[in-house]
């Protein structure tokens, strides 16, 4: 029974004059005696007031849990925000570390491609660059090489121009038992020279001995190597000479088919009628061969320095220029 019921009731009430009144469910009804009147006041039971009660703290309640849900509501749209920030922010550092990754890689490929040249006893450094690519990454890199003696290389690289500077440096050691043939040119050089002495001197037995065999047979062996050069006439005054040693093949003239008589012949020119004369088996005198040896050399072998008992030190092989 609601508020209103009661009303009804109590103006029921006032309208009979005598109305029993009777307690109903969850309804109170006191009655007061007033001199020949009995009041009656009908009220509540308590059970439902605090039913009230209980269910108006109760509202009160889910009103605060749904402010409660409602800024819990609003705290979760603000970490979502921030989740989809940071989640931008990871794919933008993903996007950089690509591309540190790509310059990284990019800068080994280009240090990888730097690779020193022979050891040369005269030019103990070396310099190279290389260039690097991937994905799209580039880089460009410069190393210098240091190599004092066949048995040990020091290196510097680095890469330059991308942003991502790597650097390398190492150091190279041979280590072991050594063979006893040596590589040096130095070494070699000199074998060869040595060799091509023993070569000459076998060609001066061999013209020798072709020589005896013909003197014996009475016959020669030798093939007619004459030449005719169309810039020296019958007339010239050096013709006969000419001839002769054309002839004899000391003189073979240029690769035009010209003899040239009025250029100047150079030493090496000069070396290598010797040289022939001498294949020949021509006896020459050996301050004539001791002259012109190097220029009959292809190369030479020059000693730099020597120690305090004039033993050689350090030797160059030097190349002959004609």
Known sequence: MNVAQLKKLQNQVNATGSTTVSAGKH????TTTNGTTKDYKVSLSDDITNQITNNTTNINNIQGDVTNIKQNVTNIQGDITNIKQDVTNMGRNVARLDKKVN????GAAALAALHPLDFDPDAKWDFAAGYGHYHDGNAAALGAFYRPNEDLQFSVGSTVGNGETVVNAGMSVKVGAHSNVSRSRVAISKEVLELKKTVAVQNAQIQKLTAL?????GTNMKADRSTLFPDVPNNHWAYAAVSDLSRRGLVEGYPDGTFGGDRMMTRYEFAQIVYRAIQNGVV?????VSEFGPEMALFRVDTIAKNHEGQPTIERVRVNKK
């Not at 309804?27 to 006191?30: D, G, H, R, S, Y």
């Not at 020459?284 to 004539?288: A, E, Q």
Request: charged residues 15%.
């Open 284 to 288: 020459v005198d050996n301050r004539l």
């Open 213 to 217: 065999l013909n003197g014996l047979a």
């Open 103 to 106: 310059k990284s890689v990019a």
């Open 27 to 30: 309804i109170n009804v006191t």
